[in-house]
Protein backbone atom coordinates (compact mmCIF):
# COMPACT_ATOMS: atom_id res chain seq x y z
CA UNK A 1 0.00 0.00 0.00
CA UNK A 2 1.20 2.86 -0.90
CA UNK A 3 1.41 5.84 1.21
CA UNK A 4 -0.49 8.31 -0.72
CA UNK A 5 -3.02 5.63 -0.55
CA UNK A 6 -2.92 5.23 3.04
CA UNK A 7 -3.36 9.19 3.33
CA UNK A 8 -6.05 9.23 1.37
CA UNK A 9 -8.06 6.38 3.17
CA UNK A 10 -7.70 7.78 6.40
CA UNK A 11 -8.79 11.51 4.92
CA UNK A 12 -12.40 9.83 3.47
CA UNK A 13 -12.57 8.28 7.28
CA UNK A 14 -11.93 11.29 9.55
CA UNK A 15 -14.23 13.61 6.88
CA UNK A 16 -16.48 10.60 7.12
CA UNK A 17 -16.65 10.61 10.76
CA UNK A 18 -17.08 14.48 10.79
CA UNK A 19 -19.88 14.63 8.23
CA UNK A 20 -21.74 11.89 10.32
CA UNK A 21 -21.59 13.45 13.43
CA UNK A 22 -22.99 16.59 12.08
CA UNK A 23 -25.39 14.70 10.44
CA UNK A 24 -26.86 13.79 13.45
CA UNK A 25 -26.08 16.92 15.42
CA UNK A 26 -27.87 18.92 12.74
CA UNK A 27 -30.56 16.59 12.38
CA UNK A 28 -29.69 15.71 8.64
CA UNK A 29 -29.91 12.47 7.89
CA UNK A 30 -28.36 12.99 4.07
CA UNK A 31 -25.67 14.18 5.42
CA UNK A 32 -25.30 11.85 8.07
CA UNK A 33 -25.63 8.73 5.71
CA UNK A 34 -23.35 10.39 3.58
CA UNK A 35 -20.29 10.31 6.24
CA UNK A 36 -21.52 6.50 6.75
CA UNK A 37 -21.16 5.78 3.38
CA UNK A 38 -17.51 7.43 2.79
CA UNK A 39 -16.65 5.79 5.90
CA UNK A 40 -17.93 2.31 4.51
CA UNK A 41 -15.81 3.15 1.15
CA UNK A 42 -12.46 4.05 3.55
CA UNK A 43 -12.48 0.39 5.22
CA UNK A 44 -13.07 -1.25 1.82
CA UNK A 45 -10.32 0.00 0.37
CA UNK A 46 -8.15 -0.51 2.96
CA UNK A 47 -9.23 -3.99 3.11
CA UNK A 48 -8.40 -3.93 -0.78
CA UNK A 49 -5.11 -2.58 0.19
CA UNK A 50 -3.72 -5.03 2.44
CA UNK A 51 -5.03 -7.73 0.15
CA UNK A 52 -2.71 -6.58 -2.40
CA UNK A 53 0.21 -6.05 -0.30
CA UNK A 54 -0.33 -9.31 0.94
CA UNK A 55 0.21 -10.68 -2.55
CA UNK A 56 3.42 -8.60 -3.47
CA UNK A 57 5.14 -10.45 -0.47
Not at 19 to 33: H, M, P, V
Amino acid sequence: MGIGDKIENIKDDVVGKAKEATGKGTDNERLEAEGDMQQRKSDVNQAGEKIKDAFKN
